[in-house]
């Protein structure tokens, strides 16, 4: 008997033996159906209106959204003596990051403000406090980072004009969707 | 005309949870004899089995209903095996000596190099014991091609590995395996 014969019988008797049946418990089936009725259920099919690609645009839309009112959120601090400040805060955000913590939002911000001495990111959910939030030097090119935990909710917004602020926006932040009113 | 798998599927997601009594009892003994090719014993391997349906359940909806139900369901036996073997590895380092008693007499062969096993039980036995003597990953491409019958393409979808390298561990498990059976298989 050649080799190749030889090889071929042994693997028909080694199919044969792989698929005997193996002893099993009478009860195992039983018993999966015990663990399936106490277990909680399949979770229903992901809905199929939105694709992957089309939720990532949407979230990019709102957290560029987020991103430009953020920008308005950043003042000197009551101390600096910021040159130019209406130039400085203009052109605000080189960056950002945004991630769900919970039903919190958090924001990440940049500014490039070279000549101010100090920044600090202040807002109601801060109870506009100047000192929690200062926005740190980061890098030798004057870019300042931090991130604040905004809460769901509507929150008073300033707007930057100059050194003063303007509390006639609001900004809603939640942990499905974000919206900003208009400006009125 | 009985139901199809998908079907089934289908009528588990829409809230009939007895409904999936009938998948258990379409694959249960399937998936045991696969489970106890690749991980050894019987306890285990029906523990793995009735892990594996528990998390198909939970996890029904990701099932597409264009593929396979079996080749969906052995992709998840699959990984149960392979972490049970884990498992079963690292406890028989821990306790060494309470699995001791527990291997098939072996005799070593005529050369003394235990190689070859000379053993005196039946066939469905010898195999067991055999197939203990090779890697899980051979034992795994065996169980599927062999007990399952299934194309390298599918066996590359269950595993994730590549056709040539399942080629490859069902070549070297033949030889092995003929190697071991060789004084009693008589072919």
Known sequence: MSDSEHRRRFETWLAAEFRRPVAISADGPERVMALVRGSAGPARRRRR???????????????????????????????????????GLRDTISAFRDSMEGTARLVGVAVIAPAAARIAVVHDFHGWDLRITPVAQRDERAVRNAAVSIAPGLHLSPVTRGAALDFADTVQSNSTADSVPERR | MPLSDAAIAGRVLAGDTEAFAVLVERYYERCARYAVRVIGNREDAEEAVQDTLLRAFRSLHRYEERGQFAS??????????????????????KFPDLYADDALPVDVGPNGDGETLALHDSSGERLDTALAQLPPDQRE???????????????????????????????????????????????
């Open chain 1, 49 to 87: 209106g939105a694709t992957p690609a089309a939720a990532f645009a949407f979230a990019a839309c709102v957290l560029g959204v987020i991103a430009f009112r953020m920008a308005t959120l950043l003042v000197p601090t009551s101390d600096d003596r910021l040159v130019g400040a209406d130039a």
């Open chain 2, 72 to 93: 969906w369901l052995f992709r998840i036996l699959a990984n149960q095996c392979r972490s049970t073997v884990a498992r079963v590895a690292r406890r028989e380092r």
């Open chain 2, 141 to 187: 491409a065996l169980a599927l091609r062999f007990g399952e019958s299934l194309s390298y393409e599918d066996m590359s979808a269950i595993t994730g590995a590549g056709v040539s390298a399942l080629k490859m561990r069902v070549s070297r498990a033949t030889a092995r395996l003929r190697v071991l059976l060789m004084e009693v298989h008589h072919v």
